[in-house]
């Protein structure tokens, strides 16, 4: 049997925890991670987009606003080349949605792992010079693609980096010389000259910090989109807690429902009189049933496999779902056929099954109902693994 030894950084953890709510090992956890002192520990649990640092602080973000913006404007043809993996999958959804919110003419490519290998190459570059591409712009990927980057450049286009990963360089007796891809602009924290406070960003909030800022330099109200987000992300995890997702977890339904609100912000129109609210109950909505009827027919594939960001007709319908197909009519029949399934589901469960499975959906663990109900967590996990098992019978 493993035994597993908590690191314990020095703190008053019991202080920590009657404090913020948590427990002693939580505050363990927060404490290794050097977050340290009241404010920060508040920041760290409940900070908010506004506590985010200005993306304009990092190292070439102005050239980029400067260039993208501009060609916009011309409508040339920019193409985002992305990575194959779930940073990369991100980065290349936010880039690919803002710009399409800025009117770009915009598409995406993203590496074949065995084809093409990691990151920018030269087949990626052909691909793009064959489809008339003007620009290219990376995300989580092209700070070590200097030679790439010389090739595209002498082929006329334009290239931004986007990146996170660290910059490769040369020793150089005592120091080092950093190597830096001769782009049209770089935006990379780990730059050594970049301003930008906190180092540790993933590919996709590099490229959320980039769309950030060409909205405000193109006059898009870029603090109107995050209020809303932030706004009703709680109707997005209750409405995820409702629902139960084979082979997956809230998590990933929150996820889901998270996309639902960015269509949401992305496609309301005022004038079609309707509500910001109502609309986003219709998005939010389509966007979990759909994830859920996608796991009943593929039960334990990722649930973002039913989307690919290479092909263009599944982009166009990803991207169309929420205002062309999406209406009250058949949100309300899939909400009655939730309703009669839950009421059959109900009737086959005993009364101790029903009781774990409402304080589950409630958003408890299983220690914590074990605790609510007075029951040894062993027969809360057996209570749960029943539930699961006759949950699957009716799909």
Request: hydrophobic share 25%; net charge negative; proline share 3%.
């Given at each position: 049997m493993e035994n597993w030894v908590l690191l314990r950084k020095g703190a008053d953890f019991q202080h920590i925890s009657e404090k913020f709510h948590i427990s002693p090992r939580v505050a363990s956890?927060?404490?290794?991670?050097?977050?340290?002192?009241?404010?920060?520990?508040?920041?760290?649990?409940n900070g908010t987009i506004a506590d985010l640092y200005d993306g304009m602080l990092m190292k070439d973000m102005d050239k980029a606003v400067a260039v993208l913006g501009e060609k916009i404007?011309?409508?040339a043809k920019i193409r985002i080349i992305g990575d194959y993996d779930i940073d990369g999958i991100q980065s290349t959804y936010i880039l690919l949605e803002g710009f399409r919110m800025l009117g770009a003419d915009v598409d995406s490519d993203i590496p074949d792992r065995m084809k093409d290998g990691y990151g920018l190459n030269r087949n990626l570059i052909d691909r793009a010079l064959e489809a008339d591409v003007d620009t290219i712009v990376t995300?989580?990927?092209g700070i070590a693609a200097a030679e790439e980057i010389a090739y595209a450049k002498s082929m006329g286009m334009t290239i931004v980096v986007t990146d996170h990963h660290e910059v490769?360089?040369?020793?150089?007796?005592a120091g080092r010389r950093y190597i830096l891809p001769e782009a049209d602009a770089v935006v990379d924290p780990k730059q050594e000259d970049c301003t930008y406070p906190f180092k540790g960003l993933c590919g996709a909030a590099v490229a959320y910090k980039l769309v950030e800022a060409l909205m405000e330099a193109m006059g898009k109200?870029?603090?109107?989109?995050?209020?809303?987000?932030?706004?009703?992300?709680g109707l997005v995890r209750k409405k995820a807690r409702a629902m139960f997702l084979i082979g997956g977890d809230t998590d990933d339904l929150i996820q889901e429902g998270m996309?639902?609100?960015f269509k949401a912000v992305r496609d309301y129109q005022p004038d079609r009189e309707s509500s910001f609210q109502s609309f986003a109950n219709i998005c939010i909505d389509r966007q979990i049933y759909t994830a859920i009827k996608s796991s009943n027919r593929q039960k334990h594939q990722p649930l973002n496999t039913y989307v690919s960001l290479s092909d263009g007709e599944a982009e166009e319908?990803?991207?169309?779902?929420?205002?062309?197909?999406?209406?009250?009519?058949?949100i309300l029949i899939d909400r009655e056929n939730v309703a009669a399934l839950e009421n059959e589901m109900k009737k086959s469960l005993s009364p101790l099954e029903n009781r774990v499975l409402q304080l589950y959906l409630d958003g408890n663990g299983y220690m914590d109902i074990a605790r609510i109900l007075?029951?040894?967590p062993k027969s809360i996990d057996n209570a749960l693994q029943r539930i699961r098992g006759k949950i699957k019978s009716y799909f």
């Open positions: 956890l927060i404490r290794n991670r050097d977050v340290i002192g009241d404010d920060a520990i508040e920041k760290y649990l404007k011309e409508n995300c989580d990927n490769p360089y040369t020793e150089i007796g109200d870029a603090e109107d989109a995050d209020y809303l987000m932030e706004k009703y992300k996309i639902g609100l319908n990803f991207r169309d779902s929420c205002v062309e197909h999406d209406n009250p009519e058949s007075g029951k040894t």
